[in-house]
């Protein structure tokens, strides 16, 4: 849950709303099969549900101290594309969507690319 104080009162987002948000974008993106699990837990969620969620492989942070949001994402790529050119455009898009949706800053996007497929 992140929370954001401003002069009106308190605005608090929950981080299925934001990991929703960033994997619709992720997967909106060129070159994107799909999004592997990022952790145990979601890695033990997909395999007992057997289905695809649309958070999988989002893991949004907010580092002690720091000002902004740390985002790791982790996907599968189309075999035969640009991959700097694809992680570059998905930390732009990632970036920009949350930052204009939200407001919230995001201080850094890493994109782990965990597996490459065949289309």
């Known amino acids: 849950m992140v929370k954001i104080d401003n002069h009106i009162g308190t605005i608090e987002l929950t981080s299925g709303y934001l990991s929703s948000l960033i994997g619709h974008t992720v997967t909106s993106c060129f070159g994107v099969v799909r999004m592997n699990p990022a952790g145990a837990s979601q890695g033990v969620r997909a395999a007992v549900l057997k289905t695809e969620s649309i958070d999988n ?8 101290g720091g000002s902004g949001l740390t985002i790791d994402l ?46």
């Open 57 to 64: 492989g989002v893991k949004v942070s907010t580092p002690k």
């Open 74 to 119: 982790h996907i599968t790529v189309m075999y035969g594309v640009n991959v700097a050119a694809i992680t570059d455009s998905i930390m732009n898009k990632v970036r920009y969507t949350v930052e204009t949706e939200t407001g919230l800053t995001v201080e850094k996007v890493n994109v782990f690319v965990d597996d490459m497929e065949n289309n």
